[in-house]
């Protein structure tokens, strides 16, 4: 292996004379810059995350993380290089607007840089160059690249790498590059890949020694050819299984299908039914049994790019028994836009469960807005937000004396949501990030584990809030199960288990009718508001514009709402829930001011010339 | 003289390896950097502009501006230096959050460097040092200091230099210095000036050959010994005086009283009245004859500053002729904190005329909001925005062909004005700002050359808006002519003179009609909504909360309006001007974006030593 090129700050005082010259050249001219690059040793400890950007496993991301130097360490392994291969970050997987580190050939020379694209979808050089080249070799397998960027590089060209979801994006260049500019993005390979970059650093505790795996895997399907599949399958555990604690599951996936098992989930079914019929299929198959929508309790998620999950030591969750459903069902989310005909698939997820109890049960609480439409979403919105409400009350009411233990989050939307986040809310101030996305997408929704566990104590708040992009639609968006309504939720992991199974809100109903009365009269009585409409006819009549949206707005900020505390048996707490005052937030949260370190020495200003040697040493 | 210390590049890199040695001694202890400075010499051409900063004169600022360069040079004289003097600006003359450049002295050396206040008023040396002193010497009158700085800085702790009203603010040091952090500003002598630093750069044009002077100045008044006066004067023109153009106009200041004179205006009495009487005094005496209130037509206004008002060569104000009063109303303000007693004063207005008539009248058009109590900001408020219109239709309807040319402008609101920007919109389109000023003072209305002629076509609109700060107030503000009251204007200078002399508007009354109900079915009926109460009352009854807030704001936003596109005889153009849309924008202005060079060599990082030579060579 040869070839790596290392940049002290003195080479960079080189480069930078360079670019004075290089951007007095044309821009088709490539300046040929030799260098003497000393090598470097490279300080990743490995690549411990791993992901296929496309559908044939062509090209393949791994990755690790510095958090004390706030940098990532790429893998990118290209199979059947061409002219060069293009990775990228942008807000929602769009070619627009969007921040690439680019790899391109001429026919003569290859080249290294970071650049970015224009609201047109055109690629330019980064006028500061950001990504690090560390190696460059020919493997039997193809090519490798090893670089590192920056979380935040402070270019305003450049992704900020968020916690969350980050949308990859990639393309293959099949012909000899003479300029970035002359890229059509719109003919290229290319695609789209979720994940979350940001992994959090959590010590994996020991799992015991009497644990016991289960596997709850995909019967040998044949994936159907076509782009989206949601298989259910129903398993069940032994007769008078006992309670037991899982303290851990992993992905399980057969070889060849990495890139197209999306998502995996394990619910099981509820416990008021004593037999769920035996199903293998599509999950929107009218042969479906109606009970298969029973089976709703999450055991176990997990989302392409995603690692084990690990309980915390303290805590389990409870698994058998009785008063709980022998029957589980398995959602496989096969996702095959090339439409491949005849792959088998037996993937699933792995439990690794214990009978030695642990000190405490682990819960899920709903956190957000209660599923009704009486919170909606004007059409034509680009960033609308909704938030519900766990009060100071319910927790008061509902938690134990010592708090719970926040560990893990599952955000959850449907189709419109664009981010999610939950805050707590301690005497009027924002204290905490429990959890938080900003590029949210429906379509990768993993339970993700806190980077820091949240302690949260009675009286303190939880509030969620969503932002909703309703650009495309013509009718207000409301709140309900369907796939065109909405939600706006967040699933929390904890532990000690409460009887507090869901704390959300949604605005009181009769200030809902005022504003409705308010802009019936705004609009000289022109709306019907017949006294038996309902909620969503009434915001089907309201006509949209940036009055009634910002009053609505105004109000949802405003108005008293109702409360959902809800024990598991879904009766609320004793207790006076209705028109409660919204919590005060008297102190927010400071932004968070991206780290630039402006006094060291500046990153290289033009890319660099890569010599990629034939054999792997 | 001695003395300037200019710093090259690698003299700066010098002074950055010093710093890491002085920031890890004690903050007391002050670093004795003994460089070796080259002289430079000064590119000043000398200093156009000057204002007197503290009532006693003791402390002088004149400057130039070079706008290519972005770079203001200062020139600070100082009599009676003890042990040094800081100079800052902030927001709105505040002590805390300001930018400050000080010169100070520990006893043995001086220093002098860039710093700034916390939020308790508590002052830090500035990491990056943006003030750059180039002369410092003693005068036979004192101590001047000449330094530079950029109009942006681009670190967060410096103030930017912007159009429109800066706050200067100054303090003495009368005791040796051993920290900045150990000056109580709460016991210095200090002080405040208001100030245009960025004077528009503009050709004077030539005066005619035949033009004459008329000076109106105060009849020797002795100055009352009390904080703030308001002094009117009449005076009068020879009878039958013809019409002239005004081409030019200058303050005339008598000498010592540059400190107290702040304010300068002329105005024309009604042509309505046969004969004004004459009077003398305190423009708030109950001597005062009633007819002067008529004596409001706006000739010249001079603000302290200021230099002299020149017209276009196009066009002249009209002074004189059949159908205009002989009669003139001097009022001068005299700001006498010190209550200094027995200063006698003939300040005032030099106008320069000409009979030879220019091309065009030049004339004056109020913009913004209509003097009523329908538009009202609430209590409570740090921000609240209001909008007055100049709808197309209305330029469409008055404007002559050609369009007008605005070449000056003052902008008006009473005391709880913070901002005021008009802006010019062209098929919904913002296309250039008027004229605007983020630190707005009522105490400081001037009228201002623009840098740059702006040209309005008929069919174009003109949008003025005001940020109020209400946070002391526990009513809501309505519009109206007290002093309490708000007012939005711009008065425009613009020419050739067209009818249109008011262009203004007012939301609807019906809509905030229907906004009282609303907000009184909201809180239940509880709010007095007795039809005959006034608009007033009906604001003075809305119970204000962040919904009540933004529910308005939301309905100002929207809501049709009432258009005054008025003649000079106070009647409107023919038309519908009631319920009219507002101007949709579509396209705003881009935010600007401070110009910082980051690629140029780094400002030091540590105060400078400064020799001041005893002797002016």
Known sequence: MQTVRGRSCLQNLKLREVVSVYFTMLAVVLVILIASFQGVVLKADGFPYKVPLDPQGALELSWN???????????????????????????????????????????HNSYFGDA?????????????????????????????????????TCDPKDYLIEDGTVHLIYGLLEQPVHSLGAINISSIPKGLQRVQLLKPEISIPELPDDVVTFEVLAPNVTIPNQETTYWCYITELPDNFPKHHIVMYEPVITKGNEAIVHHIEVFQCAPEYDTIPHYNGPCDSKMKPERLNYCRHVLAAWAMGAKAFYYPEEAGLAFGGSGSSKYLRLEVHYHNPLELKGRIDSSGIRLYYTPSLRKYDAGIMELGLVYTPVMAIPPHEKDFILTGYCTDKC???????????IFASQLHTHLTGRKVATILVRNGAEVEIVNMDN?????????????????VLPGESLITSCTYNTEDRSKATVGGFGILDEMCVNYIHYYPQSDLELCKSAVDLGYLQKYFNFMN??????ICMCPQASVTEQYNSVPWNSFSRDVLQS?????????????STALRFPGEWEKQPLPKITKKLPSPVPHCDTTECSPAKAPIIVNIDKKKN
């Open 116 to 152: 970015w694209s224009d609201q047109h979808g055109r690629l330019q050089l980064d006028a500061q160059q950001d990504y690090q080249l560390l190696e460059a070799h020919r493997t039997p397998e193809g090519l490798n690249l090893i670089f590192k960027r920056a979380f935040s």
């Open 521 to 526: 009269r705004f609009n000289n009585e022109e």
């Open 395 to 405: 927790t008061q009411t509902a938690l134990p004396h010592g708090g719970i233990h």
């Open 65 to 107: 993380i510095s958090y004390p130097e706030e940098v990532v360490h790429f893998q990118l392994s290209v199979k059947e290089l061409k002219y060069g291969v293009m990775l990228g970050m942008s807000d929602r997987g769009e070619f627009r607007n969007a921040d690439f580190v680019i790899l391109w050939s001429d026919g």
């Open 555 to 567: 109000l949802y900020d405003f108005a008293p709402i109702s409360m959902h505390c809800n024990k």
């Open 439 to 455: 590029h949210f997408s429906a379509h990768f929704q993993e339970i993700r584990m806190l980077k820091k566990v949240v302690k």
